[in-house]
DNA sequence: CCAGCATATACTTCAAGAAGAATATTCTAC
DNA sequence: GTAGAATATTCTTCTTGAAGTATATGCTGG
């Protein structure tokens, strides 16, 4: 049954982590691995399972492939979206996911600023909006 | 985490259909033998593996041993019985537990009487409360 | 104490999945 | 079209757990 597939999403701290981290909004595979500071396969290879059980949506935007909960938002996710939401509060793990979440949406906010003086181009982005690991 | 063993345990469908049948209320091994319709060595290992990481609660009332529901019920379990409540209801093997479920219990107030004129021996109550596999 | 029922544990086999390394694919800028 | 960045896939190794068989333990009634 497919409630079995969803929980064996949730069976894996880095998905938990990065389901957490969507139910904030949507988020770029770059955007994971400096929140997560995992390396890129793992993060990778989570998506692909989430997506793969329907738990996580694609799209690519320019270069950048930009994950989502899916719309609509199946009840069962619904559900253990709260369950998280009521459970992870205390959760160090999950609450640093958030202050690193939130520094680099401070530091998005200033590359929305400087995109609007070149005109849009988001070309060098990665090298604003987040720390090249490389 | 803790979480994480939680979601361990819902991975399983049987393991979703004891708790769906314990969210009705506390049930004896051999009940489960016979609603499942699984080898006693299966529900033993499953009740093991939920007991272990306490979704579930083990008393033994003479000869026989019952479990049920945690007291009190930790948060997370009961996100995910009201979870299983809402996705469940239209899956026919969860239809279908509760219903033999719902046949036991009527067998079990004729059991009852009988144990009230017996002036309350139990001691052949399996070899009515239950059809005996063996 | 012994038989028989109720339940649990140990052992084996098999499949799924997590992590890491290496490699492949896709897009963009030049 | 070539380089380089962003992301995905393949392959290997290791661990967990599901199912089955056999066996053990614990309780009850004689």
Redesign the pocket.
């Known amino acids: 049954m497919n409630l079995i597939r969803i929980y064996?999403c949730l069976?894996?701290e880095?998905r938990l982590r990065i389901l957490h981290l969507l139910a904030q909004g949507p988020l770029?595979?770059?955007y994971f691995?400096d929140i997560l500071q995992l390396?890129?396969?793992?993060v990778?290879?989570?998506?692909?399972?989430l997506r793969e059980r329907g738990l996580v949506e694609?799209h690519?935007h320019?270069?950048?492939?930009i994950y989502s909960l899916p719309e609509p938002r199946p009840k069962e996710l619904d559900w253990q979206l709260r369950c998280l939401q009521d459970s992870v509060q205390t959760e160090e793990v999950f609450r640093a996911d958030l202050r690193r979440l939130k520094n680099l949406q401070s530091e998005c906010c200033w590359v929305a600023e400087a995109l609007k003086q070149t005109g849009g181009?988001l070309?060098n982005k990665?090298n604003i909006g987040r720390t090249?690991k490389?």
Chains 1, 2 share one sequence.
């Open positions: 064996e069976c894996d880095t770029c595979v770059c691995q390396p890129q396969v793992a990778s290879k989570h998506l692909a399972y694609a690519r320019e270069q950048w492939k181009s070309g990665r090249s490389r």
